[in-house]
């Protein structure tokens, strides 16, 4: 049987990495070509093309411009004008972190790194530079490298959160657990509302199956008391403890704040499932899959309540449709398989 859902373990790079779109894995080293078209003339960007006619070397109206065109994700005309506003003010470093952030979002990670280290070079010890950099290379999994970039960053002002926050990823990955829980301590020693920090010391705690997880779950909440994550954090905790009531009222608390939540859907019908009682559970199953349609195993829980209860047509039907979003799922087969043998 599939396991409960769990929250991820690690900071989202999302959140980690900044703004921009977020690549699916390192690039080549080449900006996808885009379809030839027109560049798009707003208002705002007419208003900044009369303004560069007047002002042909001023920087900073390539670099507003090249942020609108970013905005209608015109990738290649956003380049040229940072790139443009680079060569008219070379020490402007905002520059080079937006170019670099352009190069990131296509996949391009070993470009925008090489942005960065000249913008480093134009600007030397500029700690959110150097954690950028530390950043990118910990994408790319060349951990000492980002360590070093991140402990420049720290010898320039030790009091920068971000910097410990990418060496507890960096630890976590090296499975260094007992360093990447001061770092995370560090973190909210600084930035005593930081919550994402208490949710990752959380979970580095719940792997311990340590009680002390609930303490920093509780400061999250003590933040924000409805934080969606932090709730979900709780109630698995709860979960993995057996306390099932005390999880399902946090479940609960998340369907009614946020009703698409299906991962709460979810786990309550592994809840239920776990209780025998597997109508609540066929329900709470149905409910994560009409929340989210091409949710495998939740047909494949669906699939099993329906097993159980002796609803043969109705599990092959689920296991089916499982096997339709999920080729390779393996109790998904295995379903088939004793339906198959039960004939």
């Known amino acids: 049987m599939k396991g409960l859902l769990s929250i991820s373990f690690g900071l989202s790079l999302v959140l980690l990495l900044g703004a921009g779109c977020q690549p699916d894995k390192p690039g080549s080293g080449t900006t996808p070509e885009e379809p030839a078209q027109p560049i798009p003339e707003t208002p705002t960007i007419k208003a900044i093309n009369k303004q560069i006619e007047q002002h042909p070397d001023n920087a900073v109206l390539y670099f507003n411009r090249g942020n609108q065109f970013l905005e209608l994700q015109q990738l290649k005309p956003a380049i040229r004008d940072f790139q443009k506003a680079i060569s008219l003010d070379s020490v402007n470093i ?61 010898k320039i002002n030790p009091a920068l959160a971000e910097a410990y926050l990418v060496k507890y990823l960096i630890l976590i990955e090296k499975e260094d657990t007992a360093a990447a829980i001061a770092n995370l301590q560090t973190v909210v020693e600084l930035e005593p509302e930081n919550i994402q920090a208490y949710l990752e010391l959380a979970e580095v705690f719940i792997r311990k199956g340590d009680p002390l997880a609930l303490a920093y779950i509780d400061n999250a909440l003590r933040i924000d008391s409805v934080n969606i994550q932090a709730l979900f954090k709780k109630a698995m905790y709860f979960q993995q403890n057996k306390n099932y009531t005390e999880a399902i009222r946090h479940y609960k608390k998340i369907n009614r704040l946020e009703p698409q939540y299906e991962k709460s859907f979810y786990n309550l019908g592994h809840i239920y499932f776990q209780l025998d009682s597997l109508a609540q559970a066929y329900k709470y199953f149905e409910f994560a899959i009409k929340v989210s349609p091409a949710y495998t195993d939740a047909f494949y829980m669906r699939g099993l309540v329906s097993e159980m209860t002796g609803d043969m047509d109705k599990a092959r039907q689920n296991y089916h449709q499982t096997l339709k979003l999920d080729p390779e799922h393996p109790m998904a087969t295995q379903g088939i398989a004793r339906l198959s043998n039960h004939h």
């Open 94 to 154: 905002s520059f080079y972190h937006a170019l670099a952030q352009v190069y990131f979002s296509t996949s391009n990670i070993k470009e925008a790194i090489n942005i960065l280290k000249l913008g480093k070079r134009a600007v030397p010890n500029h700690p959110p530079t150097l954690i950028k950099l530390g950043k990118y290379h910990f994408y790319l999994k060349e951990h000492q490298k980002a360590v070093n970039f991140l402990n420049d960053a720290l």
